[in-house]
């Protein structure tokens, strides 16, 4: 797919071009956990708030609140398109045909709308928050985000003449070469694109997406984003995420109640998925604490995704946890998701999914081949490693702006549940830096959670 994006950048009347133009243009899994919530929390109502996690960036003064009120005012005005319908019930996701029931599909074609919004700057940040019905408010929390982010990159072009506009695409196609290159031909390497929430704009993210199939081709396994999963024939991917045991965490009506809200979520997942799907997100409240206290039907869960947690120790942590219950890690996903770069990507794949005679991976090979080369390796699979490449993926655009100006630096942008049946929501995590939620109900989850296993690293996104 070849795209001036130069001229696309410099050509296109941007305070009239909508960022979002499909209901599909979200994360796969925000559709199967809106089907989720549809089936067992219809009356539910809830309240999503954006967080801006890298405070220096003033967004409420470089983003204009009445630009970002139109796109969100065209976003309100979606539905599903017929044709988008027949390929969610029709379609085969993770090898089963009809994920989403008739009833469902239908819903979304008559009844499906999103809720209303309240947006103010306060302070030279956005102050963003959807509320309402649980099933009306879950899809904002990606479009939000991919609007904002595409504004401040539209923010930043206009600063920027058509030259300059195309030295920038040229450097970050560059980098995104390199990328490519050196996980080329890597023997058994799964990476999919997770890169909705923080891309640098759709065009680009489309571009992206489209390079990775074409340069990577078995080793590129599919996309998060249910439009370009549909319109480029992809494997959709992804399962849930932190917002369900944080909702069914609010709900609880006691300590007790609390410590064990998060594996009431998965009964009831794996009872609305009929046993599909079944991939843990543990560390909404702590990985550790959630792997000691798990009963033992847990452990049948086809495998794990780490967010938070360092993922060498966090895959290492399950593996042990896997062995010590009588499971084949071998026969287990673990995926990594928090952060990827190529280098990261590439260590976790040979310690994972093989060993490394000559022991740690140098971050200076330049090829599979010579990778393979230097380092003996040895294709003996731990368990089955894949990387949900996100942020580094699609808005790696660093030092590739040839004024010089970090305009186009990422910034660590949430859209969060924090509120659920008027009941404050908290996430831990399993970095202290990332945890949510009013401050005396963070302590009290602490109190009855735990700490272990939790450290303080770095939020790079």
């Not at 065209?74 to 379609?91: P, Q, T, V, Y």
Request: contains cysteine; proline residues 4%.
């Amino acid at each position: 797919m070849i795209v001036n994006l130069a001229r696309r950048a410099h050509d296109h009347n941007w305070e009239l071009d909508p960022i979002t133009r499909s209901l599909l243009d979200t994360d796969f899994y925000k559709l199967l956990m809106l089907q989720f919530i549809w089936k067992n929390f219809p009356r539910t109502r809830v309240t999503f708030t954006l967080l801006n996690r890298t405070p220096s960036v003033r967004l409420g003064e470089i983003i204009g609140i009445e630009r970002l009120r139109e796109q969100l005012d065209e976003i309100k005005k979606l539905r599903f398109h017929k044709s988008e319908l027949i390929w969610l019930a029709g379609n085969t996701f993770y090898g089963r045909l009809g994920i989403f029931e008739p009833a469902f599909i239908d819903w979304l074609e008559r009844d499906f709308r999103l809720s209303d919004y309240d947006l103010s700057v306060v302070d030279g940040q956005l102050s963003l928050s959807f509320q309402g019905l649980w099933a009306e408010t879950t899809l904002w929390e990606i479009y939000a985000l991919s609007a904002i982010d595409e504004l401040k990159t539209r923010a930043s072009l206009k600063a920027l003449s058509e030259f300059e506009i195309d030295i920038l695409y040229a450097r970050a196609k560059t980098r995104l070469w390199e990328k490519m290159e050196r996980l080329r031909g890597v023997p058994r390497l799964n990476v999919s694109d997770f890169g909705t929430r923080r891309r640098h704009s759709f065009l680009w993210h489309e571009y992206v997406v489209v390079a990775m199939r074409d340069t990577l081709a078995d080793g590129f396994i599919g996309t998060s984003n249910a439009y370009l999963a549909y319109k480029h024939d992809l494997e959709a991917i992804g399962t849930n995420a932190h917002e369900l045991p944080m909702a069914l965490a609010a709900l609880a009506n006691s300590d007790d109640e609390l410590r064990t809200a998060q594996y009431r979520l998965l009964e009831l997942w794996q009872r609305s998925y009929q046993g599909e799907l079944l991939i843990l997100l543990p560390d909404t409240f702590g990985t550790t604490q959630f792997l000691r206290g798990a009963p033992a039907w847990v452990a049948n869960w086809t495998g794990q995704r780490i967010d938070s947690k360092d993922p060498f120790a966090a895959g290492d942590e399950y593996i042990v946890w896997l062995q010590q219950r009588g499971h084949d890690p071998r026969q287990k996903r673990l995926i990594a998701s928090d952060a990827l770069d190529v280098d990261q990507i590439l260590a976790l794949h040979a310690y994972f999914a093989g060993t490394l005679r000559n022991g740690f991976l140098p971050a200076d090979f330049k090829s599979a081949a010579d990778f393979l080369d230097r380092n003996r390796w040895i294709p003996e699979r731990r368990i089955r490693f894949s990387a949900g490449w996100g942020t580094l993926l699609t808005n790696d655009f660093r030092n590739c702006n040839p004024v010089g100006d970090d305009g186009f630096n990422p910034v660590s942008l949430v859209c969060k549940l924090t509120e659920v049946e008027g009941r404050p929501a908290v996430k831990l995590s399993d970095n202290y830096l990332k945890a949510l939620g009013d401050p005396a109900e963070v302590e009290r989850y602490r109190r009855v959670f735990g700490t272990d296993g939790i450290a303080e690293l770095p939020v790079i996104t």
